[in-house]
């Protein structure tokens, strides 16, 4: 089996699992399971791992990155929804911010994944390159560290 074929049957898959247990699938599912990360590079991109553990510190730390810095607040939201809620969706060209509370983009995406498109900007979209130019990689997998706990936050809001 081709590595072409398996990334078509792989969001199949997840999906027919998601089906399976009674959640509902939208198109906005399926731009998510779709990576940005050039295909000839996923497989070894996917192996990467965060070096720095979740801890408070680093996480503060990603986050003070989030607001300031790296200024990933002005697209992702001050609760990383994507949008605030007076904001205009026409400001983005393509795609609109991804949304960082997904538990589905939460699971599918790996860290050496969101690294990759904070290295090379996220294709098909108006997300820049933004390591080395403005976040060096340490702060970039600290902003990642942020950026995860947002998902852990749905999740406990939705408890």
């Not at 969001?11 to 731009?31: E, H």
């Not at 801890?55 to 002005?74: D, H, R, W």
């Not at 400001?91 to 860290?111: C, H, I, K, S, Y």
């Not at 900007?121 to 390591?131: E, H, I, L, N």
């Amino acid at each position: 089996m081709t590595k072409h074929v398996l990334y078509i049957l792989v969001p199949i898959i997840v999906l027919s699992f998601q089906w399976a247990n009674n959640s509902s699938v939208t198109a906005t599912d399926l731009q998510i399971l779709s990576s940005r990360v050039i295909s000839d590079q996923l497989v070894a991109t996917r192996k990467i791992t965060n070096p720095f553990p979740a801890s408070p510190e680093f996480i503060a730390k990603g986050k003070s990155l989030y607001f300031g810095k790296g200024f990933c607040v002005m697209c992702h939201g001050r609760d990383g929804r994507g949008l605030e809620p007076d904001q205009d969706p026409g400001f983005a060209n393509g795609m609109l911010p991804r949304d960082f509370t997904d538990q589905t983009w939460q699971r599918v995406r790996t860290d050496g994944e969101l690294l990759w498109i904070l290295e090379n900007g996220s294709p098909g979209t108006a997300m820049p390159q933004f390591v080395p130019r403005i976040l060096t990689e340490e702060e970039a997998w600290q902003v990642l560290l942020y950026v995860r706990s947002l998902g852990r936050t749905a999740v406990s809001n939705n408890h």
